[in-house]
């Protein structure tokens, strides 16, 4: 199948569609754009600014991808997005350049984007996030692989949030999420680990009764950061426990925010 433009679609000069791209009626593809090859980007969407967009990604009606950023900070250059392969922007979804001239703003694969949520400058958001509708990530986030964000979720600047972490519906993340648990409240709090999501990721209930235990120590018995991970860091690694390496590794990593 050859690309498909649709005669009402504006594509600016410069921009740059590779083979088996399809464009509906009255989109917009700027100038700096490049689309990889089997994407679709439906009708009256943009891809708009310095953005790179991969593989077999789909970009429903009314989505902005690539507008520039909100921070006031921004003074010009050639701030940028980078897009990986198959994912989905759903309607009104709205993805920000970064603010500095070649800076980048990143999303990974497989990443899962519903209705009227909104990613902000210079996140790097990894693969197969699921993004419920009415959520938005602000500006220098970090997010990990695997991560599921409820409905109406909102993340503050700076913060992170680990691989394999669910966000439930209506938190307020204001603090970094480590991997492996589930939060919420307003502000969130971890309230215990991310069990169904795990089993849906292979993790067998071994492999989640040594999770149990690390949250336990983290939350449960008293200790302050420094010294649960102190506690973490003198168990002994276990060949069913692949889970206590990354939780050490996060929780030890700079942090602007702190951890919920």
């Keep these: 199948m050859s690309t498909q433009i649709h005669p009402t679609a504006i594509i600016e000069p410069g921009a740059e569609l590779d083979e088996n791209v399809e464009i509906g009626a009255y989109a917009y593809i700027g100038a700096n754009v ?16 310095f953005t790179e967009v991969g593989l ?14 909100h921070d006031l900070k921004y003074t010009g250059g050639r701030p940028r997005l980078k897009i990986g392969d ?8 709205s993805i920000h350049l970064a603010t500095n001239d070649e800076e980048y703003t990143i999303l990974g694969d497989d990443n899962n984007i519903l209705a009227y949520s909104h ?35 909102g993340i503050h600047q700076f913060c992170r949030v680990g691989s394999y972490a669910m966000l439930s519906a209506g938190s307020k993340i204001v603090q970094d999420v480590l991997p492996f648990m589930l939060v919420d409240g307003s502000p969130a709090d971890h309230r215990h680990i991310n069990k169904v999501g795990l089993e849906r990721n292979g993790y067998n209930s071994a492999n989640i009764e040594h999770l149990r235990a690390h949250f336990k120590t983290l939350f449960k018995e008293g200790y302050n950061k420094s010294q649960a991970i102190e506690r973490l860091q003198a168990k002994p690694q276990v060949e069913d426990d692949p889970f206590l390496p990354a939780l050490l590794e996060f929780a030890t990593a700079e942090t602007h925010r702190g951890i919920a």
């Excluded at 089997?38 to 969407?45: I, N, P, S």
């Excluded at 419920?132 to 990990?144: K, L, P, R, T």
């Design 56 to 69: 077999n990604n789909e970009i429903f009606p009314y989505a902005y991808i690539g507008a520039k950023t």
């Design 119 to 153: 990613v902000a400058h210079d996140c790097i958001i990894g693969s197969h996030l699921v993004m419920s509708s009415h959520a938005a990530i602000g500006g220098h986030v970090v997010v990990g692989d695997h991560v599921t964000v409820g409905w109406g979720v």
């Design 86 to 93: 198959r994912n989905t922007f759903r309607e009104y979804v």
């Design 34 to 49: 490049k689309i990889g090859a089997g994407t679709k980007v439906d009708h009256h969407a943009t891809v708009d600014g």
